[in-house]
């Protein structure tokens, strides 16, 4: 009976042991599952924190193309303050200054840029008519068809479909811009003058020249198709005769992009 009892005490002595053994571990696995997952959360954010990081640095920032005028209009004008642009067709032999007198419209018509009398005159604008600085819708700009091709002697060469396609750009160089304009029309026409039967200031009267550039012309004439240009355009209007005294040869672009001058820092 003794051992019995004795025995007893020693079973639940044991069974305590055990109990308190499993706890024990139960406790101890709880504990670390408890650490791995705060680690494992601690590491999410870690991560997200690095990511964010790496969005929030700015990209570099492409270094945009430097733009020169390659006119130096400063000793241009030395010799002739009414110098203000210069036009440019690449592979052509049309590249020369722009002049505007502030007092008589016609005087670079038998005017050279030197101021000498005669041909080949100069290419020129008219005071009355443009303002110039190319922010006119139509800036319309004449020059002497040369029997050699000098000066617009060679605008007859856009009724040609290879030399349209190959001189398609027409540049304007100003002191502080380059204006690109793209070829959209060179045709046969009366010889009213534009700027004075058309107000392009009205953009009502605007369209009427643009309707009638498409409609008035005579052969040999070339046209967009179809005809993009609209009154939001600004154009320039390269204007020669064609050896008829009824006639005016014109070559029409609109304006496409415009570059300003990169200046520098000042020293």
């Known amino acids: ?44 954010e870690v991560t997200v924190d690095l990511s964010e990081e790496e969005e929030e640095e700015p990209e570099p920032e492409e270094e945009e193309p430097t733009v020169t005028i390659p006119v130096d209009f400063d000793a241009l004008q030395e010799t002739n303050p009414d110098i203000y642009a210069w036009i440019h067709i690449e592979d052509t032999v049309i590249d020369y200054p722009i002049v505007q007198s502030e007092t008589d419209d016609d005087y670079y018509l038998d005017h050279t840029v030197e101021g000498e009398s005669g041909l080949p005159g100069s290419i020129y604008t008219q005071y009355s008519y443009n303002s110039g600085c190319f922010e006119d819708n139509v800036t319309l700009i004449y020059g002497h068809n040369m029997r050699n091709d000098t000066y617009f002697g ?110 520098g820092e000042s020293e």
């Open 1 to 44: 009976m003794k051992r019995t009892k004795k025995a007893n005490v020693l079973f639940y002595v044991f069974l305590v042991i055990l109990i308190a053994a499993v706890i024990g571990v139960i406790a101890y696995m709880w504990q670390r599952r408890q650490k791995s997952l705060a680690d494992q959360q601690l590491a999410e």
């Open 154 to 263: 060679s605008l007859s060469e856009y009724t040609d479909e290879e030399y349209r396609n190959s001189h398609s750009t027409i540049e304007i160089y100003t002191p502080e811009h380059i204006y690109t304009y793209r070829l959209v029309f060179a045709v046969t026409y009366d010889n009213r003058h534009i700027l004075a039967t058309y107000d392009c200031s009205d953009l009502s009267q605007y369209q009427s020249l643009l309707t009638s550039i498409q409609t008035d012309r005579t052969i040999p004439s070339w046209i967009e198709d179809p005809f993009t240009v609209t009154t939001a355009d600004k154009m320039i209007i390269l204007s020669t005769c064609n050896g008829n005294s009824s006639q005016r040869y014109l070559v029409g672009a609109v304006l496409e992009q415009i570059d300003l001058e990169d200046v």
